[in-house]
């Protein structure tokens, strides 16, 4: 069998999120209102950090427009999740009633396949939100901004990225092992909401758990710093990209060793 190139997937996954795309904008009252209504949850957020610093000048050390950068990293950082990996979602509800079983037989990589069957498009809400409030707290900050800056928040963004994305293939590959696997999914999408907050404002066992075991302080906080306090970053930070890509492949194998291990429903 010929070798399956990038270009051949790349070719393929246009096409696919072509009829996602038309099949959704078929539906644009629908559309229009989850946009909405997804904008409208971040600005409540926003909203929220705003009111806790009507109060309190800093927390742990942290300004006002430094939380909302961090707000606004880990919205762009959770969009290429939002947006190309939204289908993990419905992982478990086609491996219970046994349709996962038509992916097995494709001539293509099961995961690429998978995935590429939902773009989250109301997920570009969210990156416009994320975008405007990083640039707003940059400007505030009066931030350095020149190619070695941009280049380095895209570097950082891309690294982040690819930990949310890991942590959402982990949590829904675990349908493959365990029957009620929502809970999972449920629990590492409300520690992502950590995410936003410097990992600093929690306790030791905290900090390391959030590090070392479930690596939320990497969707924001660490590569956030490259940005905002470059003289106090620490040494495991620069290593964030070469984590992230490596919590990806794993991720990427645990997912695929539990689909590849798939029998359907035996019915």
Not at 49 to 71: A, C, D, T
Not at 188 to 201: E, G, Q, S
Request: with cysteine; net charge positive; proline share 4%.
């Amino acid at each position: 069998m010929k070798k399956k190139t990038i270009g051949y997937y790349w070719r393929i996954y246009r096409k696919i999120i072509a009829q996602d795309i038309k099949s959704k904008m078929s539906y644009r009252a629908d559309f229009f209102i989850s946009m909405i209504g997804m904008i409208a949850t971040n600005v409540a957020g926003a909203i929220g950090f705003w009111l806790i610093f009507q109060n309190f000048p800093s927390v742990k050390g942290w300004n006002y427009y430094e939380m909302i950068f961090f707000y606004g990293f880990s919205l762009i950082s959770a969009t290429p999740a939002q947006c190309l990996f939204d289908n993990n979602w419905s992982l478990r509800i086609q491996v219970y009633s046994g349709d996962f079983i038509k992916y097995c037989f494709r001539p293509m990589n099961l995961f690429f396949y998978f995935m590429s069957e939902v773009f989250d498009i109301k997920g570009l809400g969210q990156l416009g939100f994320g975008i405007a409030a990083v640039a707003y707290a940059w400007v505030k900050l009066q931030l350095p901004f020149h190619v070695y800056s941009i280049a380095l928040l895209l570097v950082a963004v891309l690294s982040a990225s690819l930990f949310v994305i890991a942590l959402l293939n982990l949590a829904a590959s675990a349908c493959f092992w365990i029957v009620n696997s929502f809970f999972v999914l449920s629990l590492c999408n409300t520690l992502r909401d950590y995410a936003k907050y410097p990992v600093t404002i929690f306790g030791p066992v905290l900090r390391v758990v959030f590090t070392f075991i479930i690596p939320i302080a990497f969707m924001a906080y660490y590569p956030s710093q490259i940005i905002l306090r470059p003289e106090s970053v620490s040494t495991i930070v620069w290593f964030t990209p070469v984590l992230g890509v490596a919590f990806f492949y794993l991720s990427y194998k645990v997912w695929m060793k539990g689909a590849m291990a798939y029998n359907g429903t035996g019915s």
